[in-house]
């Protein structure tokens, strides 16, 4: 069973919350507490910074998240700063999600790029956001590797859709970001 065939008609946190964690535990994983605050936080609309150490559970945040947009039928997008990251997270996510409901979107390929969940690079989101701004056709977007914020020749490709999408939940996860 997907994530997507348990997506409720409720948009209620609690609801979405309770149905994330059952298919979590059925997966065998348990929550943990940073993970717990943070998926509160974006069920209930809340812009995220999530910066944790590697291996705490960015990615199953992450999960939550795109279930949480999918329930309130908004189009979701995951970025990350490589096509090899792309592509992974593209497949574990057709794996959550169902295959139909996942696309990708790199420099050299696009697949089902009209899904409501897209893994796509930092560049592909922010041009998209440069040609479209707030009219774009995105209301969640999960930042991986967030801490390429800072860098002189890529940052602007995570600094563009902060700016030109508005009205856009932001869930940024770094493991290295620093205090913030």
Same mark, same amino acid.
């Given at each position: ?78 970025? $990350? %700063? *490589?096509?090899?990251?792309?592509? +992974?997270?593209?497949?574990? &996510?057709?794996?959550?999600? =169902? @295959? ?14 009209? $899904? %409501? *969940?897209?893994?796509?690079?930092? +560049?592909?989101?922010?041009? &998209?956001?440069?040609?479209? =701004? @707030? ?46």
């Amino acid at each position: 069973m997907t994530l997507t065939d348990r997506l409720p008609d409720t948009h209620d946190p609690e609801v979405l919350l309770d149905l994330f964690d059952s298919w979590a535990q059925e997966q065998g994983l348990s929550l943990y507490p940073a993970q717990q605050e943070a998926l509160f936080e974006v069920a209930t609309g809340a812009n995220v910074i999530l910066s944790t150490p590697t291996g705490s559970g960015k990615s199953m945040v992450a999960l939550g998240a795109h279930f949480f947009a999918m329930s309130s039928r908004q189009r979701t997008f995951y970025t $990350a %700063p *490589i096509k090899a990251l792309v592509s +992974e997270k593209f497949f574990a &996510l057709c794996a959550a999600f =169902g @295959p139909e409901n996942v696309g990708m979107m790199t420099g050299d390929a696009s697949v089902n790029a009209d $899904a %409501p *969940i897209i893994c796509c690079t930092a +560049e592909i989101l922010a041009n &998209l956001a440069l040609r479209d =701004g @707030p009219d774009a056709d995105v209301g969640q977007v999960v930042m991986d590797e967030f801490h390429f914020y800072s860098e002189p020749d890529r940052g602007w490709a995570w600094q563009v859709p902060i700016i030109e999408l508005p009205n856009v939940q932001f869930i940024l996860m770094s493991a290295t970001l620093g205090d913030v």
